[in-house]
């Protein structure tokens, strides 16, 4: 298994809701990150997950939570969004948090905060 | 803030064509990737070349980085309409507290293949 998958791949929601997105992989990669990407925009950096444990925050609001159940599994627990917030959101991997053979991006959730 | 530049920001041209999309980037690199991202879909990692290495070629594609100029090309050979999609350099670097790297995106070249 070579992929990084993401669920959902839509997600609406209202600004007083609560959800969660999830990212899973099974090749073994130790670190995993969270990108949030603006429409023609690049990704930008949200989080970083090294052996499950967070290791970068890029200054994200607290209504974005991160959690990283185990190696495989990445969640990214959503809540009192503002419409700003829409977005492509993206999960990767990569062997370590060193990157040195790459990483592996899933498909994304996109996002609308309505 | 961003650590690479991609020139030019937007390239169209004819099947069969070759493509030059260039990146500059402002500080020391472990390496520099660049991904391929289809409208509004995941990212497509290309093409991976270390601090170290100058060229580096993977079937139709060739990346040369010259790390005194802080900069990198991708030169997409024989392009297909298929190759139509916006290309990113990213940085592998140490971020400003020294203690972890971070993958950091350009702008991007939203390159166009007209059949």
């Known amino acids: 298994d070579t992929e990084v998958t993401q669920t959902p791949k839509h997600l609406v929601m209202g600004m007083t809701n609560k959800k969660s997105l999830k990212c899973e992989q099974h090749m073994g990669h130790r670190a995993m990150y969270w990108y949030k990407q603006k429409a023609k925009k690049p990704p930008e950096l949200m989080f970083v997950?090294?052996?499950?444990?967070?290791?970068i925050n890029e200054s994200v609001p607290s209504r974005f939570s991160p959690e990283c159940p185990n190696s495989s599994l990445l969640n990214l627990h959503l809540h009192a969004l503002q419409p700003e917030d829409s977005a492509l959101y993206l999960c990767?991997?990569?062997?370590?948090?060193?990157?040195?053979?790459?990483?592996?991006f899933g498909s994304g959730t996109r996002l609308t905060v309505v | 803030s961003q650590q690479g530049e991609e020139d030019p920001q937007a390239l169209s041209i004819q099947e069969g064509e070759n493509a030059t999309m260039n990146c500059s980037y402002k500080t020391s690199i472990n390496n520099l990737q660049w991904y391929r991202q289809n409208s509004g879909r995941g990212l497509v990692h290309l093409i991976l070349i270390r601090s170290n290495e100058r060229e580096k070629h993977s079937g139709r594609l060739r990346v040369t980085l010259d790390t005194s100029k802080k900069s990198s090309s991708l030169l997409i050979t024989a392009s297909r309409a298929a190759d139509t999609a916006s290309y990113f350099c990213a940085t592998d670097a140490v971020d400003s507290g020294g203690s972890n790297y971070k993958l950091t995106f350009g702008k991007g070249t939203l390159l166009t293949v007209n059949p």
């Open positions: 997950y090294s052996y499950e444990k967070l290791s």
């Open positions: 990767a991997s990569s062997q370590d948090y060193l990157g040195l053979y790459g990483y592996t």
